[in-house]
């Protein structure tokens, strides 16, 4: 560490997915020195996501293009972006705050956390072959490519009864599959099997994928009647829960008790000069315009918070 150089910046971002970038564009706008520190591909989940259709400005866009966009407009303002640069440590509750790489440590008086959330992926051994082949994570995002087709959601708790009465819109017909009994409210469980397209699978195990260059079917395996078959889907969408991005900070930072982090409207968290945004943030809705909505209000307050910090410090 002590071989390692000290670079100051206005501002450090750490994740580059739309909540990132939108807070790097703004920052690089007020003429903040800005980095954004991204340990994987530039555009989290969403680069993707093959067709996004709820972003306004756009009929159409491919999730990479959307992010390639945000990127080149960042960095156009003079923001820097820093991809597969892992963060081996954060201290976030001084004055000056520490961010330290493999090669660097930076100081800056404000870091914006943007480092989103995972979905829980389908444990079996072809989830990888029929990714976006099939197997989806955002019914949102990708449940339109399905008109007409038969889908099947799992998970049993509030999200995936949700997600499987959204994705009714485009179903012919529609499975929901959990390997025991729901856990949604009793309001949204009557509201799904009021739908007459629906068929509802408990204390069952999706154990199986079948395709060629895409999902075909799935086995199932009944756990009650000991039995398994076959359905043949043409999709399914995985709703078995979120793992927040938060373990580089996480005993820093106050979270919720889903493990996100608490920050309200202003994207300030309970650390001055820490702010949070996009899915990481605890909020009831996590879209893409949520996420850029957020990293927008973060980078202005931000610069307002470096504004005041310089003069108090004398800088």
């Known amino acids: 560490m002590d071989d390692k150089k000290i670079i100051q910046k206005d501002i450090v971002i750490v994740g580059a997915g739309i909540a990132g970038l939108t807070a790097a564009l703004y920052a690089g706008r007020m003429n903040l020195d800005t980095l954004v520190l991204e340990d994987a591909l530039v555009g989290g989940q969403i680069a993707n996501a093959t067709g996004i259709e709820n972003y306004p400005?756009?009929?159409?866009?491919?999730?990479?293009?959307?992010?390639d966009t945000v990127q080149k407009q960042a960095e156009k303002?003079?923001?820097?972006?820093?991809?597969?640069?892992?963060?081996?440590?954060?201290?976030?509750?001084?004055?000056?705050?520490?961010?330290?790489?493999?090669?660097?440590?930076?100081k800056t008086p404000v870091v914006i956390l943007a480092t989103g959330m995972n979905r829980r992926k389908l444990p079996l051994a072809e989830e990888a072959k029929f990714a976006n082949r099939g197997v989806h994570y955002c019914e949102l995002c990708d449940g339109h490519m399905y008109q007409d087709k038969i889908i099947a959601v799992m998970g049993g708790g509030n999200a995936a009864v949700d997600a499987a009465i959204f994705l009714t819109k485009y179903a012919s017909k529609l499975y929901l599959i959990h390997r025991s009994k729901l856990r949604a409210d009793e309001v949204s469980q009557e509201r799904l099997k009021q739908i007459d397209k629906v068929e509802?699978?408990?204390?069952?195990?999706?154990?199986k994928l079948f395709g060629d260059t895409r999902l075909r079917q799935v086995e199932i395996f009944d756990?009650?009647?000991?039995?398994?078959?076959r359905l043949d889907i043409?999709?399914?969408?995985?709703?078995?829960?979120?793992?927040?991005?938060?373990n580089l900070f996480k005993d820093q930072v106050k979270l919720s008790e889903r493990g996100h982090v608490?920050?309200?409207?202003?994207?300030?968290t309970n650390l001055d000069g820490v702010f949070a945004a996009g899915?990481?943030?605890?909020?009831?809705?996590?879209?893409?315009?949520?996420?850029?909505?957020?990293?927008?209000t973060a980078a202005?307050?931000?610069?307002?918070?470096?504004?005041?910090?310089?003069?108090?410090?004398n800088m």
């Not at 608490?262 to 300030?268: G, T």
């Not at 899915?279 to 927008?296: F, P, V, Y």
């Not at 307050?301 to 504004?307: F, G, M």
């Open 279 to 296: 899915d990481i943030r605890e909020k009831e809705i996590h879209q893409l315009t949520t996420a850029a909505s957020d990293g927008t």
């Open 234 to 246: 043409d999709a399914i969408f995985v709703n078995i829960g979120v793992m927040p991005n938060t």
């Open 57 to 67: 400005g756009f009929m159409s866009i491919k999730g990479s293009e959307l992010i």
């Open 200 to 207: 509802i699978l408990l204390e069952t195990e999706i154990t």
């Open 300 to 313: 202005l307050l931000a610069e307002k918070y470096i504004r005041q910090f310089k003069i108090n410090n």
């Open 262 to 268: 608490l920050a309200d409207e202003s994207c300030r």
């Open 77 to 106: 303002y003079g923001a820097v972006i820093d991809e597969f640069d892992t963060i081996e440590r954060l201290e976030l509750q001084n004055n000056f705050k520490l961010v330290e790489t493999a090669n660097y440590i930076y």
């Open 223 to 229: 756990k009650q009647t000991e039995t398994a078959k």
